[in-house]
């Protein structure tokens, strides 16, 4: 059979492009190092609070990031400290006064082993982070706090939920 010119210039087209291809791996492996070392140095920055299912935040509109510091968590039923709880909520309440002692306690043992070394001269650099429930009574709260600053923290921080843009600006079209 007597092929066309047209139908050879074809089959030497097709023969050439059937070649297999080959995959340039050094480029992958420079994308995948990138990738590596960006996430690596990104994951520095992010502080994670301690997290519990059934506390429900307050909501802000901060910008500034939380730093690390002695954290407080005000749950259901105790008051715990670094992930060591130090009293019970209903004994807390019981208490007459602003001061919980159990809890000033464990917030001065506390003081040599989170804190940074200039925090511990600086009372007023000291920090520590209150979480709680936005439902928790004021009462409970300001005992908290009074007992944190008995225990010669000077700068006392509320974890909050930050707000996304849109409810801020919904927030100010209100006003």
């Not at 089959?11 to 996430?39: E, G, P, W, Y």
């Amino acid at each position: 059979m007597v092929k066309s010119g047209r139908a050879k210039r074809m089959n030497k087209h097709h023969k050439r492009h059937k070649q297999s291809v080959a995959l340039n791996l050094v480029s992958l492996m420079d994308i995948f190092t990138i990738l590596v070392f960006f996430l690596l140095v990104n994951s520095s920055d992010v502080e994670t609070l301690p997290n519990t299912k059934d506390l429900q935040l307050p909501e802000s509109i901060a910008d500034e990031k939380a730093r690390e510091t002695v954290v407080i968590l005000i749950g259901e039923e105790d008051i715990i400290v670094q992930g060591t709880p130090v009293a019970k909520i209903d004994d807390v309440m019981a208490i007459k006064g602003n001061d919980i002692p159990a809890l000033r306690e464990a917030l001065l043992s506390q003081n040599d082993r989170v804190l940074r070394r200039e925090a511990n001269e600086d009372i007023a650099g000291r920090e520590v982070t209150i979480m709680g429930d936005k439902e928790i009574p004021y009462r409970l709260l300001k005992k908290v706090m009074a007992t944190c600053t008995r225990s010669d923290y000077g700068q006392i921080s509320l974890a909050v939920l930050q707000k996304s843009s849109e409810k801020l600006e919904n927030l100010q079209a209100a006003r």
